[in-house]
């Protein structure tokens, strides 16, 4: 690392002294209770603070009035309740040394009027937008006056709680609504010239400034230009950060560059991986220049060395490394202790947000103590009992996790694995060019695995006997699972699963059929590497939608390819029976509508992807040997305790399974067993 650090540098925002360069901006991981940052939310944001960030700018955005319910677990901004609740967050943040922020918008059309209190939702102007789908009335003068009070209202609740300062959302949202030529068609004085279009906004920072004086930082989020053919030009755009830099009301901008309109534009905001890195770092950089104003931006900055250029190189004033957080949230820390080879990289699978944007709260694919840091510790700690040997068997994401934490904890670990490197189903998943950058949760997990001493046997199929030699404590099997098929009733022996053709043991045929009986990302995966190679191809599936369990970011790049290669995509149908016509294979379909036959398909390889089936001879074989014949306490495990279950007086040692070698699951459902359980050895 260079002496002279970019990133350790302090920032001068007005009044506010930034302890270093790197903040995250404003998101919302839906961690609210009653739209209020309770314990589990402030938990977060102060385990940033621990991790040194010298900004972090909470929801994403907080709500300021009634009419803008909650679309992706917002805060509620418009309920004096939130005072006290910031406050405690904004406090712990302080005393190590975080400057708290927090993001302030009206939803407008970006939401639904079947929420919360069922008012009617509004807009600048009736311009229903595609992802939230709701007609919106266009407002009427006592709308504008009421809105105009609410964000004031709000600003004041946010100078109450002790917050260094807040920012607008201008993408998408009610404000920018007006200056957009995609949504704002007013004729009134709100409408047609810039002047116009850009009042409503200058009310309401007018209105804010009027009521808390100049003792909190105001900021804009704002799109300097749509990148649409609809929208805000880069010209307009630009002139409107000037404008509002030239009215003394606001101290920074947060410059994006694209729209929201569609789930398609915004992965182009929130790129993913196989994506660009930064790709509008140079864009923001450009208007930095040209507005001489402090700059805030985020935009898949996921890495260390990206962040600094930024700084170096005069494009941001402060770079936000958001989802990389979320990753890992010490990341300056371990650059001050020159450990950043240590850091867990962000790999860009973007399970953080398709989670909130699915209903859920945001949790990292390979970090399960983001959002949990209530239960789970972000550092482990050594154990204060005897060191024990670990024996682990099976080296994707849960063994490799299993095997970690048990290092870490200061615990002897024997790795077995039967291939020559570890990785299991990500191995496979990597096979798509694409997605490639997944590996770095298995790379990352194999560092620590060799700085931690864990000895790692690769190509050992290990055996009962093989593990019994170790004379372990604890035996963890992580063997995972294999394809199963008990989706089709008849025929099921013709078709061949998406792994043959991943790891290509079989190559694709001209004409395929594949389906998906499963609905997440590894038939989909199989069906983009078999596009790519060029076959004509369906997917089948009896969901009521294509990919149920793919979120809204990531299904995006596989529509995209699909659509580019003509896949077909056929929902609500089941293939019943497979058998063998002229050389092909003829697939009858089933309608679960209707329980009956529905048609028919002549192809020449059908590919079905149906989750996996355990692979647990080894751990079948080491029940009776062990202590607790495999049983599980789950109130421990889910407290973080040890587990005491002692069924088998004669057994030698505790035995768990993780991830796929118990149920067909998710890397993230892996990688959490394998922390839970090895965390309390």
């Given at each position: 690392m260079m002496a002279f650090d970019p990133l350790l540098q302090p920032f001068q925002l007005k009044h506010l002294t930034l302890k270093n360069r790197l903040m995250t901006s404003s998101h919302e991981p839906n961690y609210h209770e009653d739209g209020m940052p309770k314990d589990r939310y402030r938990r977060y944001h102060v385990e940033r603070a621990k991790g040194g960030i010298a900004l972090t700018m909470t929801a994403g955005s907080a709500i300021v009035s009634r009419d803008s319910p909650p679309a992706f677990g917002n805060l509620f901004a418009y309920k004096d309740d939130i005072v006290p609740w910031l406050k405690k967050l904004a406090d712990e943040c302080h005393d190590l040394g975080t400057a708290v922020m927090i993001q302030l918008t009206h939803l407008g059309r970006r939401t639904q009027f079947h929420q919360a209190d069922w008012l009617p939702v509004i807009a600048a102007s009736p311009v229903r937008e595609p992802t939230h789908r709701t007609f919106p009335k266009e407002m009427e003068d006592w709308d504008i006056e009421r809105v105009i009070r609410d964000y004031a209202d709000a600003a004041e609740r946010i100078a109450a709680a002790g917050l260094d300062g807040f920012e607008l959302e201008c993408y998408g949202h009610l404000i920018d609504g007006f200056w957009s030529p995609a949504t704002g068609q007013?004729?009134?004085?709100?409408?047609?010239?810039?002047d116009n279009r850009l009042r409503f906004g200058i009310r309401v920072l007018q209105a804010i400034r009027d009521r808390i004086g100049e003792k909190l930082l105001v900021g804009l989020r704002i799109a300097a230009d749509e990148n649409w053919e609809l929208g805000l030009s880069r010209e307009d755009g630009v002139t409107i950060c000037k404008r509002f830099r030239?009215?003394?009301?606001?101290?920074?901008?947060?410059?994006?560059?694209?729209?929201?309109?569609?789930?398609?534009?915004?992965?182009?905001?929130?790129?993913?991986?196989?994506?660009?890195?930064?790709?509008?770092?140079?864009?923001?950089g450009e208007v930095r220049t040209e507005t001489k104003f402090?700059?805030?931006?985020?935009?898949?900055?996921?890495?260390?060395?990206?962040?600094?250029?930024?700084?170096?190189?005069?494009?941001?004033?402060?770079?936000?490394?958001?989802?990389?957080?979320?990753?890992?949230?010490?990341?300056?820390?371990?650059?001050?202790?020159?450990?950043e080879h240590t850091i867990r990289p962000c790999v860009g699978a973007t399970y953080c947000l398709d989670r909130i944007y699915e209903n859920g709260s945001a949790t990292c694919i390979h970090n399960p103590a983001t959002g949990r840091e209530g239960d789970?510790?972000?550092?482990?700690?050594?154990?204060?009992?005897?060191?024990?040997?670990?024996?682990?068997?099976?080296?994707?994401?849960?063994?490799?996790?299993?095997?970690?934490?048990?290092?870490?904890r200061g615990h002897r670990v024997i790795l077995f694995e039967a291939a020559s490197t570890a990785g299991g189903q990500v191995r496979l998943l990597t096979q798509l060019k694409r997605r490639r950058e997944m590996i770095g949760i298995i790379e990352w997990r194999v560092g620590e695995c060799e700085r931690l001493g864990v000895e790692m046997r690769f190509n050992t199929y290990a055996s009962a006997e093989d593990v019994l030699a170790v004379k372990p404590d604890i035996v963890v099997i992580a063997t995972g699972g294999v394809p199963q098929d008990k989706t089709i009733r008849e025929g099921a022996d013709l078709a061949v699963s998406g792994w043959d053709i991943l790891s290509g043991d079989v190559k694709p045929a001209p004409e395929i059929l594949l389906l998906d009986d499963n609905g997440g990302h590894p038939g989909i995966v199989a069906a983009e590497y078999i596009a790519?190679?060029?076959?004509?191809?369906?997917?089948?599936?009896?969901?009521?939608?294509?990919?149920?369990?793919?979120?809204?970011?990531?299904?995006?790049?596989?529509?995209?390819?699909?659509?580019?290669?003509?896949?077909?995509?056929?929902?609500?149908?089941?293939?019943?029976?497979l058998e063998r016509h002229n050389n092909r294979i003829k697939a009858t379909l089933w309608s679960p509508y209707t329980m009956e036959d529905c048609g028919e398909r002549h192809v020449?390889?059908?590919?079905?992807?149906?989750?996996?089936?355990?692979?647990?001879?080894?751990?079948?074989?080491?029940?009776?040997?062990?202590?607790?014949?495999?049983?599980?306490?789950y109130d421990s495990l889910i407290k973080g305790k040890q587990q005491s279950v002692r069924t088998n007086e004669n057994g030698g040692f505790q035995l768990f399974r993780v991830g796929d070698a118990i149920s067909s699951r998710n890397i993230h459902a892996a990688v959490y067993d394998g922390l839970r359980f090895a965390m309390a050895f």
């Open positions: 007013r004729t009134d004085e709100y409408g047609g010239t810039l030239d009215s003394g009301l606001i101290d920074f901008l947060n410059i994006v560059r694209g729209h929201i309109e569609h789930d398609s534009p915004v992965v182009e905001m929130i790129p993913l991986s196989g994506m660009r890195s930064a790709p509008s770092l140079d864009f923001v402090p700059t805030f931006h985020a935009s898949r900055i996921a890495d260390v060395s990206t962040a600094r250029h930024a700084i170096e190189a005069g494009k941001l004033d402060m770079v936000a490394m958001t989802r990389a957080h979320i990753a890992d949230p010490h990341i300056v820390r371990k650059i001050l202790e020159k450990r789970i510790p972000h550092e482990i700690s050594r154990t204060t009992g005897p060191a024990k040997t670990v024996a682990v068997v099976g080296a994707g994401p849960a063994g490799l996790e299993a095997a970690r934490v048990s290092a870490e790519d190679a060029g076959s004509k191809l369906e997917i089948m599936t009896p969901e009521r939608t294509f990919a149920v369990d793919v979120g809204g970011l990531n299904i995006v790049p596989y529509v995209r390819n699909f659509t580019r290669k003509g896949v077909q995509i056929t929902t609500m149908t089941q293939v019943r029976k020449d390889q059908v590919v079905v992807e149906n989750g996996t089936q355990p692979l647990d001879e080894v751990y079948f074989e080491l029940k009776e040997r062990s202590i607790n014949r495999g049983e599980v306490n």
